[in-house]
């Protein structure tokens, strides 16, 4: 399997619709709860009533159940769509993230100095050049 995107609570299918419904309430992705293997969903396009997260990554997974995934099968038949977050994805063994990074922001940094630092470690790029 190759690297896909972790579902989240809205993401919908291949049938139009469908909007995934999260029941665990301790995993999230940006802020929004992710899917797990048979998480319930809204009726889709086709009128399906609960086209349902069927599967699960074989080898990640939150509160015991596989994290669904993009392109993942559902219930009706149809697949998911994620677009309700676009930079954690799950592959073979492990789930990683892409950090977005504005370097116009402050960065925080894991520092090591001989004199104690206060919290935040924090500093403008520009400290450092």
Same mark, same amino acid.
């Given at each position: 399997?190759?690297?896909?995107?972790?579902?989240?609570?809205?993401?919908?299918?291949?049938?139009?619709?469908?909007?995934?419904? /999260?029941?665990?309430?301790?995993?999230? @992705?940006? $802020?929004?709860?992710?899917?797990?293997? +048979? %998480?319930? &969903?809204?009726r889709d396009g086709k009128?399906?009533?609960?086209?349902?997260?069927?599967?699960?990554?074989?080898?990640?997974f939150a509160v015991g159940?596989?994290?669904?995934?993009?392109?993942?099968?559902? /219930?009706?038949?149809?697949?998911?769509? @994620?677009? $309700?977050?676009?930079?954690?994805?799950? +592959? %073979?063994? &492990?789930?990683?993230?892409?950090?977005?990074?504005?370097?116009?922001?402050?960065?925080?940094?894991?520092?090591?100095?001989?004199?104690?630092?206060?919290?935040?470690?924090?500093?403008?790029?520009?400290?450092?050049?």
């Amino acid at each position: 399997m190759s690297a896909e995107l972790l579902a989240v609570d809205g993401d919908k299918n291949t049938h139009f619709k469908g909007e995934l419904l /999260s029941t665990q309430i301790s995993v999230f @992705v940006n $802020g929004i709860n992710i899917i797990i293997e +048979g %998480d319930d &969903a809204l009726r889709d396009g086709k009128r399906h009533k609960n086209p349902k997260a069927k599967e699960g990554a074989t080898s990640v997974f939150a509160v015991g159940k596989g994290i669904h995934l993009n392109n993942m099968a559902r /219930s009706c038949g149809a697949k998911t769509i @994620v677009s $309700g977050q676009d930079n954690v994805y799950c +592959g %073979d063994t &492990a789930a990683f993230t892409i950090p977005t990074i504005d370097i116009a922001d402050p960065i925080p940094l894991a520092i090591s100095l001989n004199e104690p630092v206060t919290p935040p470690y924090i500093f403008s790029p520009d400290t450092f050049t």
